[in-house]
Nanobody
Framework: QVQLVESGGGLVQAGGSLRLSCAAS????????MGWFRQAPGKEREFVAF????????TYIDSVKGRFTISRDNAKNTVYLQMNSLKPEDTATYYC???????????????WGQGTQVTVSS
């Protein structure tokens, strides 16, 4: 069982930055591929970013490319999401998730954090 705990959310003005962190309890964290998802009120959950187990491969949804960066530190069992040039439409609850598969489909992730709120004001 992998427990994931997100932190780093908050209120920021448009154009600002936030860095989300997701700490994993599992010592075999480096075996898992990690993803970030988000869900805005009244909307479906949306894939945001993916990182391979080694960190050598990443993918992003088009709307965040060039603004968000996913990274991981396997020694610290932590994955990060650096969010720059934030826009009001980035407002959502952000979740990290772990999977053994290379996928952007939320249903194929096995473990989820509780989420952290990101609010971007205009």
């Amino acid at each position: 069982q992998v427990q994931l705990v997100e932190s780093g959310g908050g209120l920021v003005q448009a154009g600002g930055s936030l860095r989300l962190s997701c700490a994993a309890s599992e010592r075999t964290f480096s075996n898992y591929r990690m993803g970030w998802f988000r869900q805005a009120p009244g909307k479906e959950r949306e894939f945001v970013a993916f990182i391979s187990s080694s960190g050598s491969s990443t993918t992003y949804i088009d709307s965040v490319k060039g603004r968000f960066t996913i990274s991981r530190d396997n020694a610290k069992n932590t994955v990060y999401l650096q969010m720059n040039s934030l826009k009001p439409e980035d407002t959502a609850t952000y979740y990290c998730a772990a999977t053994t598969r290379a996928t952007d489909k939320g249903d194929e992730y096995d473990y989820w954090g509780q989420g952290t709120q990101v609010t971007v004001s205009s």
